[in-house]
């Protein structure tokens, strides 16, 4: 009632709030107008909460008024949190209750090993008998953090930090790690993003996460820029992770972390990277708009230079036009494979970790376009794409069948939905990740009015469905 009473007092509109918003927030913050003004008529209704990140600073700053004053006891956001998405278990949220209590406990009393100490839990019950300090007790809590995270429980960041902190020798955390570590840490989770469950690898990289945050606070010896760099890298990769789950809003805020993490590393190759990848992704799940602003910011600091984050932004492009413009979509295959010849081997080289960008993405990236066209001359570029990715890995080549499926769908041949369904159907379902289900639905959605009966599109739509999050 607060936020409605402040608009009202000024006579504004909901319109004329979300213009004011959108003139102040940070790039890429909010979405459009229309989209801006349902989320101020929600938050003003009580239907959702603004969130801590976003629009509660620009309600602040807009009315003038303390976070205090305007939300009160309304309500109380945890800052970013890290785990895998889904539906937590009960016991699992206790267990890391406990845990995060025996954790208060080692920070307050460090020397407590051999004492008894009772724990309150933040669920609100107590544990039933005293829990024994020291080595023991740490070794459980460190147990119980590892279950909650695999469990689907949400983590706050900065409790997460404290956990690391406290427990950091019996999770296997190393204060000892130099930023040569990190960086073979970080290039480790860019070649397991592409082969790994995207749910899975956010449980663990959100613990290194909050480690690797602990650890510059406590080596200021480490050169800062280079720090930077690795906390851009990481918050890159837990975007990407969170969009494949579906955790849209949430990978939006890690994106702006590897934005500013980013520019203050002062590697503008690392910031163009950052810029193109997200726009590649925004198209992915259909941000237009925002895909083609970051793809425009990329470029515009590259100033001409062969880099591996132009190469994203191009592709981004072209693909984003393979569906409206199809001059436009061509050119910018063209203007991709004018720039692939000029990248470094360094990039073109790198076929696993994410940060490359080999032949065998500018293909993938060709075909995506063509099919989008309806080019007939397709079809051999997917056979070659689905022999090469076969080698390289299970996502990459069902996504190269889905598109053949695609492509067949698209020509009125019903083939395409059997080879969908098959091809969705072999992927482990933990691998069913946005781009999957988004190119699934696409051959769904291609299919002529009759192959709709069709008991494959029947199985193809249950499967895209089972899969969503």
Request: hydrophobic residues 45%; proline residues 5%; aromatic residues 4%.
């Amino acid at each position: 009632m607060r936020l409605r009473a402040e608009r009202k007092r000024r006579r504004w509109g909901r319109t004329r709030l979300a213009q004011e918003m959108l003139k102040i927030a940070d790039p890429y913050t909010l979405p459009k107008l229309k989209s801006v003004v349902g989320s101020i008529r929600g938050h003003e209704t009580g239907r959702h909460h603004p969130s801590a990140d976003v629009y509660r600073p620009l309600y602040a700053r807009i009315y003038g008024r303390t976070d205090a004053h305007l939300f009160g006891s309304e309500h109380t956001l945890s800052e970013l949190t890290v785990g895998p998405t889904g539906t937590p278990d009960a016991d699992a949220s206790e267990q890391l209750a406990q845990a995060m209590a025996v954790a208060e406990v080692e920070r307050l009393c460090p020397d407590n090993a051999d004492k008894t100490v009772p724990i309150a839990t933040n669920a609100g019950s107590s544990l039933k008998e005293p829990v024994i300090g020291g080595a023991q007790m740490k070794r459980r809590a460190a147990t119980q953090i590892l279950a909650a995270l695999t469990a689907g429980v949400a983590i706050p960041l900065d409790a997460l930090e404290t956990l690391l902190s406290a427990l950091g020798h019996e999770l296997g955390m190393a204060d000892d790690y130099t930023l040569d570590d990190w960086d073979r840490t970080v290039h480790e989770y860019a070649c397991a993003l592409p082969l790994t469950s995207p749910a899975a690898l956010i449980g663990v990289l959100a613990m290194d996460i909050a480690s690797f945050r602990g650890v510059i606070d406590r080596r200021p010896e480490f050169d800062l820029p280079r720090a930077h760099r690795v906390g851009a890298r990481l918050a890159a990769l837990m975007a990407m992770a969170l969009t494949e789950t579906g955790d849209f809003a949430t990978a939006s805020r890690w994106w702006r972390i590897a934005r500013r993490a980013a520019e203050s590393s002062r590697d503008e190759e690392l910031a163009t990277w950052v810029l193109g990848r997200h726009a590649l992704v925004a198209q992915t799940i259909g941000m237009k708009s925002v895909a083609l602003a970051l793809a425009d910011d990329a470029e515009r600091l590259a100033g001409g230079r062969p880099y591996a984050g132009v190469a994203e932004a191009c592709a981004a492009r072209a693909k984003i036009f393979g569906f409206q413009d199809p001059l436009a979509a061509r050119r910018a295959l063209d203007d991709l494979d004018g720039l692939f010849g000029r990248l470094p081997e360094s990039v073109t080289g790198e076929r696993v970790a994410v940060w490359g960008y080999p032949e065998e993405r500018l293909l993938s990236c060709r075909t995506g376009v063509l099919t989008a066209l309806g080019d007939a001359g397709v079809a051999d570029d997917l056979a070659d794409e689905m022999a090469r990715s076969e080698r390289i890995a299970p996502r990459a080549h069902t996504r190269a069948e889905l598109k053949l499926a695609w492509y067949l769908a698209k020509s009125g041949d019903r083939e395409g939905v059997g080879l969908a369904v098959r091809a969705m159907a072999a992927l482990p379902a933990d691998q069913h990740t946005t781009a999957i289900r988004r190119m699934g639905a696409r051959v769904h959605g291609s299919l002529t009015s009759e192959a709709r009966l069709l008991p494959e599109a029947q199985d193809l739509r249950a499967l895209v469905a089972k899969s969503s999050p």
